[in-house]
């Protein structure tokens, strides 16, 4: 095997790798970007998952590709783990779909058809007219069909590439012998995850076996154990995109993984065991191209087959790999919203307005979890955040096209201002939610940066903290219970906030001028702080409101809150002196 040979094979490798990419990547902007929303409605069971992730890895041609899709759904909390798992197992059946477009390369045949419709033939001129429509047209659809076109031509220009670059090695005793010793099952496996890990591609492995079958040299002994580690090898890609998943989004990952480790081991184990006490007449035999393809995709609809009654053993296997903790195993399901309690719309709003506390509390508690991040990240915290912050985006679209279908019904105007004003609660407790993802993002970008708070930044910051926290409980228990008492309370406790931040800007831009704080830290710490005071005017609001609703649709926020900050009656100019002796005060002494 000479040089020549040797380019021969790397170059059709690459042009098989690159060929296979942008054909997938053609396919899937034909389907306008509807696999993530086709995938999301269809796996209501798990045959259906099965078939559909067959559908979509056939189209984009990667499993890796359909798992990484099924990850990042399962991350925000449009697919759950379970649906994931026939959409996994289907992705392995419609990577082989690659191998069986690609034993068209074994026609033969004399006749001027048969001539003509060889990859070797046609391939090219596919590439051709592929390039013509990309690279001239200006239609997004025609330069799409173009690339998928280009990307065919260039998967089977780069196939015959290699097919000349591994014909010497049919002559080669060390391969011959090479060959002979893949018979060894372990050894077989190891090379086909290998090959698999390095190229990404458990389809470009398995056409890479399929380029060598030409040498005469692949018999069925030794291109099951290579094909079954394919299997295995393409399990990795997706566990590298998983560093910033939610947990559930790891589990899918590892849902691949052991699906098809075990699915591997026991077709191999069931193979040799029939070898050994049976006898497989065609063990020796060699495999064209074709043969390799089936083996490819029985081996898949067999481990498929296999594991379809006990898909809940792959979810509690990546349970027990990737567990929850303490924090996530709180309640985290979604509100029911009955639309059947339309007709009574008492009990409906009732309804809507439980499922607002609890959307309330959500975001609330991710407040408490994010500041603490400031001073010690901890991942899983942060995975308890985002996955409790795509419940509160997916809680707001579910509460709030429940109250606008309700009203379609048949309300009174009391009715119809409660639902109104619960729209805007739904708004408030949302936002409360994205500035606690905001601190959580910011305390990331402190950690990456491997800066940290001076000691008397950490100080205030915790006097503010327990400041938030507290108007966070006020504002909840005042929703809770409709307590206009507990409501007035908020705006007081608002105010002190205010100044409490004013008060902490100005002395941390002090800070940085005398050169204690670095620039990037201090950026940090102002962007915080403005976080928390956004939080505090958003419980202002709620409480506002809540007294708003007491006083009738006349009622005027603005002008409220402006009354009592400048002409306070004894009640808040009482309870902003107590919120000043329990928060402000000790952060002027602090400062002093």
């Known amino acids: 095997m000479d040089i020549t040979h040797i380019t021969s094979l790397l170059g059709g490798i690459a042009l098989f790798l690159y060929g296979m990419s942008i054909m997938g990547a053609g396919l899937e902007k034909l389907a306008g970007g509807k696999m993530q ?22 189209v984009i041609q990667s499993s890796a590709g359909t798992v990484v899709i099924c990850v990042g759904l399962v991350n925000s909390g449009i697919m759950t783990l379970a649906q994931s798992v026939g959409v996994i197992m289907g992705a392995n059946i419609g990577t082989t779909v690659t191998g069986q477009l690609i034993r068209m390369a074994d026609i033969s045949g004399d ?15 596919v590439a051709f007219i592929g390039c013509i429509f990309y690279v001239f047209l200006k239609n997004a659809k025609r330069k799409n069909i173009g690339q998928i076109m280009l990307g065919f031509g260039i998967l089977f220009t780069g196939m015959s590439l ?17 060959f002979v010793s893949m018979t060894n ?21 398995v056409g890479l076996l399929q380029a060598l079958s030409s040498t005469g040299l692949v ?6 154990p290579i094909i079954l580690g394919a299997h295995i090898g393409t399990a990795f890609t997706p566990l590298l995109t998983i560093g910033g998943s939610s947990k559930d989004g790891k589990r899918a990952a590892f849902i691949h993984l052991y699906f098809n480790v075990i699915g591997s081991i026991i077709v191999l184990t069931l193979i040799y065991a029939v070898k050994i006490f049976i006898g497989i007449p065609m063990w020796e035999d060699v495999l064209n191209k074709g043969a390799i393809a089936n083996i490819h995709s029985l081996s898949s609809v067999f481990a498929m087959v296999l594991f379809l009654p006990f898909t809940g053993v792959l979810s509690k296997l990546a349970m027990l790999t990737v567990p929850n903790t303490e924090e996530e195993n709180q309640d985290l399901s979604m509100p029911v919203l009955d639309e059947r309690l339309y007709k009574s719309p008492a009990v409906a709003l009732q309804q809507a307005k439980n499922a607002v506390e609890k959307l309330s509390r959500r975001a609330a508690r991710n407040v408490s979890l994010s500041i603490p991040l400031l001073n010690e990240m901890d991942e899983d915290v942060v995975s308890a955040i985002n996955t409790r912050e795509n419940l509160i985006d997916r809680m707001e679209v579910e509460i709030t096209n429940y109250l606008v279908r309700m009203t379609d019904q048949e309300l009174g105007d009391n009715e119809s201002h409660e639902i109104s004003e ?8 949302e936002r409360i939610g994205d500035y606690a993802v905001n601190i959580m993002e910011k305390a990331q970008e402190l950690h990456e940066k491997e800066g940290s708070f001076s000691d008397s930044a950490r100080r205030e910051l915790a006097v503010l903290t327990s400041a938030v926290e507290r108007i966070l409980v006020l504002t909840d228990q005042a929703f809770a219970n409709q307590d206009l008492k507990t409501a007035a309370q908020v705006e007081p406790l608002e105010e002190v906030i205010d100044i409490m931040v004013e008060k902490l800007r100005n002395q941390h831009i002090t800070r940085l001028k005398e050169g204690i704080c670095t620039i990037d830290t201090g950026v940090v710490f102002l962007d915080v702080l403005s976080n928390i005071e956004r939080i505090s005017d958003h419980c202002s609001n709620v409480a506002t409101r809540l007294i708003g609703m007491e006083e009738g649709e006349e009622f005027n926020s603005h002008l409220f809150k402006s009354m009592m900050h400048h002409n306070p009656d004894k009640n808040y100019a009482a309870e902003y002196e107590q919120c000043y002796k329990e928060y402000l005060a000790p952060l002027e002494a602090m400062q002093a």
């Open 162 to 178: 290699m097919d000349t670059g591994v014909t010497p090695l049919k002559e080669s005793a060390l391969f011959q012998n090479l």
């Open 37 to 58: 929303s086709v995938l999301q409605k269809l796996t209501s069971n798990t045959l259906k998952g099965v078939l559909l992730g067959t559908l979509i890895t056939g």
């Open 219 to 224: 018999t069925f002994g030794s291109a099951i």
């Open 111 to 125: 006749s001027l058809l048969l001539t003509i419709i060889q990859p070797k033939t046609f391939a090219p001129v």
């Open 422 to 429: 619960l729209l805007k609660f739904i708004t408030d407790y």
């Open 185 to 205: 099952p372990i050894l077989g496996v190891l090379v086909g995850v290998l090959v698999t890990v390095a190229i990404q591609s458990s389809s470009a492995s």
